[in-house]
């Protein structure tokens, strides 16, 4: 996903500041896809000057709140129809996971402790976030259901994140870490 679009489709519920956008990033998206205030506000500035988006008030302090055009509109439907899906995940734990044979055993168990924790956690939030969501708690909107399905993949991808931690807790790491420096 790019930001591009993820603006996009925020700003189709309706106007919404920069501040506004950044903070919604980060309730819905959080960990699963981070939005920084400077690229936010940087984008924003080239949705305006492409027309995809314009100006909706100018607020106390120069804070102005955006609104989707016609022409933005049909930009997320075009990429939500047609644009490649990009599949990369980077997940850092992972990456990590694959030199694991560097570490000290006693290390290796307490980061796979950090990591089950976090992403145990993690889907924990998420699922209560569901669970309200559920409950009917933020209505039934087009746009709650939609969100609901994602909540549920964050779930699903932080508990099998969580799994995977403790099942390599269980794979057997060397008995010490491998003295790298003797082969060379």
């Not at 644009?83 to 290390?107: A, K, N, Y």
């Not at 402790?113 to 209505?139: I, L, M, Q, T």
């Not at 549920?152 to 390599?168: F, I, N, T």
């Amino acid at each position: 996903m790019s930001l591009r679009h993820g603006l996009l489709g925020l700003l189709a519920e309706g106007p919404a500041s920069g501040y506004d956008l950044a903070r919604r990033f980060q309730e819905v998206l959080g960990q699963i896809w981070p939005a920084q205030h400077p690229k936010i506000y940087a984008e924003l500035r080239r949705l305006t000057d492409q027309g995809l988006i314009e100006v909706d008030t100018e607020g106390p302090r120069r804070r102005k709140a955006y609104r989707i055009t016609d022409a933005g509109l049909d930009e997320i439907r075009d990429w939500l129809n047609t644009g490649e899906i990009d599949h990369t995940m980077r997940v850092q734990s992972l990456l990590r996971s694959l030199f694991f044979w560097l570490m000290d055993p006693d290390d290796l168990r307490r980061r796979l402790d950090e990591e089950a924790r976090f992403f145990a956690e993690s889907a924990a939030r998420y699922r209560a976030y569901a669970n309200a969501k559920d409950r009917g708690e933020f209505g039934d909107s087009p746009q709650v259901r939609s969100m609901r399905v994602t909540i549920e993949a964050g779930v699903r991808l932080y508990q099998a994140l969580a799994d995977w931690a403790e099942w390599a807790k269980t794979v057997s790491p060397p008995s010490t870490p491998r003295d790298i420096s003797a082969d060379q």
